[in-house]
Protein backbone atom coordinates (compact mmCIF):
# COMPACT_ATOMS: atom_id res chain seq x y z
CA UNK A 1 0.00 0.00 0.00
CA UNK A 2 1.43 3.70 -0.81
CA UNK A 3 2.42 5.39 1.82
CA UNK A 4 4.35 9.18 3.17
CA UNK A 5 7.79 8.43 4.08
CA UNK A 6 9.38 10.76 6.02
CA UNK A 7 12.82 11.16 6.93
CA UNK A 8 14.91 11.53 9.39
CA UNK A 9 12.50 9.99 12.35
CA UNK A 10 14.13 12.06 15.07
CA UNK A 11 16.88 15.11 14.82
CA UNK A 12 18.85 16.57 17.72
CA UNK A 13 19.96 19.83 17.52
CA UNK A 14 20.98 22.83 18.64
CA UNK A 15 19.08 25.70 19.19
CA UNK A 16 19.66 28.08 16.04
CA UNK A 17 20.51 26.01 13.89
CA UNK A 18 18.56 25.49 10.76
CA UNK A 19 16.86 22.05 9.99
CA UNK A 20 15.31 20.09 7.13
CA UNK A 21 12.38 17.56 7.56
CA UNK A 22 12.03 15.99 4.14
CA UNK A 23 8.96 13.71 3.54
CA UNK A 24 8.03 11.63 0.47
CA UNK A 25 4.24 12.23 -0.24
CA UNK A 26 2.28 9.24 -1.75
CA UNK A 27 3.00 9.43 -5.74
CA UNK A 28 0.27 11.12 -8.06
CA UNK A 29 -0.82 12.95 -4.68
CA UNK A 30 -1.47 17.05 -5.18
CA UNK A 31 -1.97 18.25 -2.04
CA UNK A 32 0.63 18.40 0.49
CA UNK A 33 0.57 19.51 4.21
CA UNK A 34 2.82 19.61 7.09
CA UNK A 35 1.46 19.32 10.81
CA UNK A 36 2.84 19.73 14.41
CA UNK A 37 2.27 17.92 17.77
CA UNK A 38 4.19 18.87 20.73
CA UNK A 39 3.65 15.69 23.51
CA UNK A 40 0.61 15.27 24.75
CA UNK A 41 -1.18 17.76 23.10
CA UNK A 42 -3.04 18.08 19.57
CA UNK A 43 -2.42 18.10 16.01
CA UNK A 44 -1.53 21.45 14.86
CA UNK A 45 -1.61 22.23 11.40
CA UNK A 46 0.92 24.63 10.17
CA UNK A 47 1.04 24.44 6.15
CA UNK A 48 -0.94 23.18 3.07
CA UNK A 49 1.15 23.17 -0.14
CA UNK A 50 -0.89 23.15 -3.80
CA UNK A 51 0.51 23.70 -7.57
CA UNK A 52 4.01 24.31 -6.39
CA UNK A 53 2.96 27.40 -4.11
CA UNK A 54 1.48 27.58 -0.43
CA UNK A 55 -2.39 27.09 -0.42
CA UNK A 56 -2.57 28.11 3.58
CA UNK A 57 -0.52 28.69 6.65
CA UNK A 58 -1.47 29.16 9.99
CA UNK A 59 0.11 32.02 12.47
CA UNK A 60 2.77 29.04 13.84
CA UNK A 61 4.27 28.97 10.32
CA UNK A 62 6.02 32.52 10.62
CA UNK A 63 9.07 33.58 8.65
CA UNK A 64 11.19 30.86 10.00
CA UNK A 65 9.37 27.87 8.38
CA UNK A 66 9.47 27.51 4.44
CA UNK A 67 8.41 24.71 2.70
CA UNK A 68 9.91 23.70 -0.62
CA UNK A 69 8.93 20.65 -3.20
CA UNK A 70 12.53 20.51 -4.99
CA UNK A 71 12.36 18.05 -7.85
CA UNK A 72 8.52 16.74 -7.50
CA UNK A 73 8.61 13.83 -5.15
CA UNK A 74 9.96 15.45 -2.44
CA UNK A 75 8.28 17.93 0.01
CA UNK A 76 10.98 19.65 2.56
CA UNK A 77 10.16 21.94 5.60
CA UNK A 78 13.08 23.85 7.02
CA UNK A 79 12.93 25.74 10.08
CA UNK A 80 15.72 28.33 9.58
CA UNK A 81 16.91 29.21 13.22
CA UNK A 82 15.38 26.69 15.91
CA UNK A 83 13.97 27.45 18.90
CA UNK A 84 13.28 25.19 21.48
CA UNK A 85 9.66 25.65 21.38
CA UNK A 86 10.13 24.09 18.27
CA UNK A 87 10.71 20.74 19.96
CA UNK A 88 8.07 18.34 18.90
CA UNK A 89 6.38 16.15 16.40
CA UNK A 90 6.37 16.91 12.55
CA UNK A 91 4.18 15.27 10.50
CA UNK A 92 4.00 15.10 6.31
CA UNK A 93 0.31 14.51 5.13
CA UNK A 94 -0.71 14.48 1.48
CA UNK A 95 -4.20 13.93 -0.41
CA UNK A 96 -4.61 12.74 -3.63
CA UNK A 97 -7.25 13.95 -6.69
CA UNK A 98 -11.02 13.86 -6.26
CA UNK A 99 -10.58 13.05 -2.46
CA UNK A 100 -10.60 13.94 0.56
CA UNK A 101 -8.79 11.29 2.33
CA UNK A 102 -5.36 12.59 4.10
CA UNK A 103 -2.83 10.10 4.58
CA UNK A 104 -0.08 10.49 7.32
CA UNK A 105 3.61 9.68 7.15
CA UNK A 106 4.79 8.21 10.74
CA UNK A 107 6.30 11.78 11.62
CA UNK A 108 10.02 13.31 12.29
CA UNK A 109 10.76 14.16 15.96
CA UNK A 110 12.43 17.03 16.70
CA UNK A 111 14.81 17.72 19.76
CA UNK A 112 15.89 21.07 19.98
CA UNK A 113 18.52 21.40 23.34
CA UNK B 1 -17.49 28.45 18.17
CA UNK B 2 -15.23 25.81 16.97
CA UNK B 3 -15.75 24.59 13.33
CA UNK B 4 -15.15 21.01 14.69
CA UNK B 5 -15.90 20.32 18.34
CA UNK B 6 -14.39 17.07 19.66
CA UNK B 7 -15.09 16.03 23.50
CA UNK B 8 -10.94 15.28 24.72
CA UNK B 9 -12.30 12.58 27.30
CA UNK B 10 -10.39 10.61 28.51
CA UNK B 11 -12.91 8.21 27.75
CA UNK B 12 -12.21 4.41 29.68
CA UNK B 13 -14.53 1.36 28.95
CA UNK B 14 -14.07 -1.93 30.14
CA UNK B 15 -12.76 -4.78 27.17
CA UNK B 16 -15.76 -5.83 25.00
CA UNK B 17 -18.06 -2.87 25.77
CA UNK B 18 -19.06 -0.97 22.39
CA UNK B 19 -17.46 2.67 22.23
CA UNK B 20 -19.44 5.89 20.79
CA UNK B 21 -17.16 8.74 19.46
CA UNK B 22 -18.59 11.52 18.48
CA UNK B 23 -18.02 14.84 16.71
CA UNK B 24 -19.98 18.05 15.39
CA UNK B 25 -19.54 20.55 13.50
CA UNK B 26 -20.20 24.16 11.77
CA UNK B 27 -18.93 24.26 8.08
CA UNK B 28 -21.89 22.87 5.56
CA UNK B 29 -19.40 22.75 3.09
CA UNK B 30 -17.16 19.78 4.59
CA UNK B 31 -17.68 17.22 2.44
CA UNK B 32 -15.29 14.64 3.92
CA UNK B 33 -14.99 12.98 6.92
CA UNK B 34 -12.11 10.55 8.54
CA UNK B 35 -11.44 8.92 11.82
CA UNK B 36 -7.53 8.84 12.95
CA UNK B 37 -6.79 6.82 15.44
CA UNK B 38 -2.93 7.67 16.81
CA UNK B 39 -0.57 5.82 19.67
CA UNK B 40 1.76 8.00 21.11
CA UNK B 41 4.08 9.01 19.55
CA UNK B 42 3.07 7.97 16.21
CA UNK B 43 1.48 8.99 13.62
CA UNK B 44 -2.28 9.34 12.82
CA UNK B 45 -3.79 6.26 11.15
CA UNK B 46 -6.66 6.41 8.86
CA UNK B 47 -9.22 4.23 10.09
CA UNK B 48 -12.01 5.56 7.95
CA UNK B 49 -13.24 7.80 4.75
CA UNK B 50 -16.82 8.36 4.04
CA UNK B 51 -17.91 11.23 1.68
CA UNK B 52 -21.89 11.09 2.25
CA UNK B 53 -24.23 10.79 5.02
CA UNK B 54 -24.88 7.23 5.71
CA UNK B 55 -23.31 4.51 7.78
CA UNK B 56 -19.92 2.55 6.26
CA UNK B 57 -18.95 -0.33 8.41
CA UNK B 58 -15.03 -2.16 8.24
CA UNK B 59 -15.05 -4.94 11.06
CA UNK B 60 -15.52 -4.02 14.13
CA UNK B 61 -15.35 0.07 13.21
CA UNK B 62 -18.55 1.88 11.89
CA UNK B 63 -18.59 5.31 10.90
CA UNK B 64 -21.49 7.46 10.85
CA UNK B 65 -22.43 10.78 9.33
CA UNK B 66 -25.41 12.70 9.84
CA UNK B 67 -24.82 16.06 7.62
CA UNK B 68 -28.26 17.50 8.75
CA UNK B 69 -27.27 17.74 12.12
CA UNK B 70 -23.80 18.10 10.72
CA UNK B 71 -22.60 15.33 13.26
CA UNK B 72 -20.16 12.55 12.94
CA UNK B 73 -19.73 9.00 15.00
CA UNK B 74 -17.41 6.19 15.27
CA UNK B 75 -18.76 2.67 16.70
CA UNK B 76 -16.30 0.10 17.82
CA UNK B 77 -17.47 -2.63 19.16
CA UNK B 78 -16.27 -5.28 21.31
CA UNK B 79 -13.38 -3.14 22.12
CA UNK B 80 -9.76 -4.13 22.73
CA UNK B 81 -7.17 -2.93 24.82
CA UNK B 82 -5.55 -2.44 21.79
CA UNK B 83 -8.02 0.08 20.57
CA UNK B 84 -6.60 1.83 23.63
CA UNK B 85 -5.52 5.52 21.84
CA UNK B 86 -6.39 8.96 20.59
CA UNK B 87 -9.21 9.15 18.17
CA UNK B 88 -9.34 11.92 15.74
CA UNK B 89 -11.86 13.29 13.47
CA UNK B 90 -11.42 15.25 10.61
CA UNK B 91 -13.03 16.95 7.92
CA UNK B 92 -12.24 18.48 4.66
CA UNK B 93 -13.74 20.91 1.97
CA UNK B 94 -12.57 22.36 -1.28
CA UNK B 95 -11.25 26.12 -0.05
CA UNK B 96 -10.10 27.96 -3.41
CA UNK B 97 -8.89 24.81 -5.24
CA UNK B 98 -7.06 22.71 -2.56
CA UNK B 99 -8.48 20.39 0.44
CA UNK B 100 -8.39 21.77 3.77
CA UNK B 101 -8.83 19.51 6.41
CA UNK B 102 -10.21 20.44 9.73
CA UNK B 103 -8.88 18.27 13.09
CA UNK B 104 -10.84 17.97 16.51
CA UNK B 105 -9.16 17.56 19.46
CA UNK B 106 -8.84 14.19 19.67
CA UNK B 107 -10.47 12.11 22.29
CA UNK B 108 -8.23 9.30 24.65
CA UNK B 109 -9.44 6.60 24.71
CA UNK B 110 -8.83 3.95 27.14
CA UNK B 111 -9.88 0.29 27.17
CA UNK B 112 -9.63 -1.89 30.40
CA UNK B 113 -8.93 -5.18 30.35
Known amino acids: EPEVTQTPSHQVTQMGQEVILRCVPI?????FYWYRQILGQKVEFLVS????????KSEIFDDQFSVERPDGSNFTLKIRSTKLEDSAMYFC???????????FGEGSRLTVL | QKEVEQDPGPLSVPEGAIVSLNCTYS??????FMWYRQYSRKGPELLMY????GNKEDGRFTAQVDKSSKYISLFIRDSQPSDSATYLC?????????????FGTGTKLQVIP
Open chain 1, 27 to 31: SNHLY
Open chain 2, 90 to 102: AMSANSGGYQKVT
Open chain 2, 50 to 53: TYSS
Open chain 2, 27 to 32: NSAFQY
Open chain 1, 93 to 103: ASIGENTGELF
Open chain 1, 49 to 56: FYNNEISE
